[in-house]
C-alpha cells in the first residue's frame, strides 16, 4: 500500500529527497538531506517539541540580536532570492528541470509582479529592489522550463494548475484588502498578491509527493522558502511582544491585518508540514 507521499510499503520513505547518490556533495553526505531524514524518523510527539524548541530558540535569537526588526523582511526577501539561486545553478548545472514545478514558479512570477508593480506605485523602498531580483530570477526559471529543459520538466506530474489557485486569491482579495487611501484596484492587487503567495508552493509540494524520489536542489528550495516565511512570521511575532502599539491597534481594527498574519502563519504551515 502506498503512503501519502507515493512510496510502497516497506520502502524507506526518507530517501523521498534524493535520486541514487544524489544527495552526496562529492564524499561528503549533505547535511539538509541527512538532518530531514533523521527528522522524519522521530514519532510525532518528538516532532512537535523539537520543531517548537527550535522556533523558539530562533525567535529569542533574533530578538536579541536584531534591533530593527523590520529588516527580518529584507532578510525574508533574500533567502527567497537565495532559493532561487540554487534552483538556477541545478538548472544550469545539471541541465535537468526534473521534480521543479513550473506552475509554483508561474504563480511565485504573479505574485512577485503584482508586488513589484504596487511597490511602484504605493511605496518604493528597498523591498521594490529585492522583488525586482527576485522576480527576474524566477522569470530565468520559467524560461528554462519552457523552452532549454522542457523536455526534462515532469509536466504529467506538475498537473495543479495556477488558476485553481490564483482565481479563489482574487476572490477573496475583493473582501479582504487594505483600508488605505490608495486606488481600489491597487489595494485589492496588494490582496491578491500576499494571498498568492501564500499558497504559490502548493503545485511544488503536490508534484514532491506525487514523485518517487525529489532532487535535493528542489528540496533546498523548499526549505529556504519555508525559512524564509518563517523569518518573515517572526518578525510579526516579535512586533507583538515588543508591545508595538500601531500593529496591535492595526490587528483589532479590521480583517486585513489579521488576514496578512494569517497568510504568513498558513504558509509557514503549509511549508512546516512538508518537512
Not at 5 to 30: C, E, S
Not at 36 to 62: D, P, T
Amino acid at each position: 500500500m502506498a503512503n501519502r507521499w507515493g512510496h510502497q510499503a516497506g520502502a524507506d520513505p526518507y530517501n523521498q529527497f534524493a535520486t541514487p547518490r544524489d544527495d552526496k556533495l562529492g564524499k561528503v553526505r549533505d547535511p539538509l538531506l541527512t538532518a530531514s531524514r533523521w527528522f522524519k524518523r522521530r514519532s510525532q510527539k518528538e516532532k512537535v517539541l523539537l520543531g517548537s524548541i527550535c522556533g523558539v530558540l530562533a525567535l529569542f535569537l533574533m530578538w536579541l540580536v536584531i534591533e530593527d526588526h523590520d529588516n527580518l523582511f529584507i532578510m525574508a526577501e533574500f533567502v527567497h532570492f537565495a532559493g532561487i539561486g540554487m534552483l538556477l545553478y541545478k538548472l544550469f548545472s545539471k541541465k535537468n528541470a526534473g521534480g521543479l514545478s513550473l506552475r509554483s514558479q508561474e504563480l511565485s512570477a504573479l505574485f512577485l509582479g503584482i508586488r513589484l508593480f504596487c511597490s511602484f506605485m504605493m511605496e518604493y523602498d528597498i523591498h521594490t529592489f529585492l522583488d525586482l531580483l527576485t522576480l527576474l530570477a524566477t522569470l530565468l526559471v520559467i524560461y528554462m522550463l519552457w523552452f532549454p529543459l522542457k523536455d526534462s520538466y515532469q509536466a504529467a506530474e506538475d498537473n495543479m494548475q495556477s488558476y485553481y489557485v490564483a482565481v479563489p486569491c482574487l476572490l477573496l482579495a475583493c473582501i479582504a484588502k487594505p483600508a488605505t487611501q490608495h486606488k481600489l484596484i491597487f489595494r485589492i492587487m496588494w490582496a491578491v498578491c500576499v494571498y498568492i503567495e501564500a499558497v504559490s508552493v502548493l503545485p511544488q509540494l503536490r508534484m514532491m509527493q506525487r514523485a518517487k524520489v525529489v532532487e535535493k536542489f528542489t528540496a533546498h528550495y523548499v526549505f529556504a522558502l519555508g525559512v524564509s516565511r518563517f523569518i518573515s512570521c517572526a518578525h510579526w511575532i516579535l512586533q507583538i511582544i515588543d508591545g508595538d502599539s500601531f500593529l496591535l491597534q492595526a490587528i483589532g481594527s479590521g480583517i486585513w491585518p489579521a488576514m496578512v498574519l494569517l497568510s504568513e502563519v498558513v504558509q509557514t504551515g503549509i511549508l512546516a508540514d512538508f518537512w
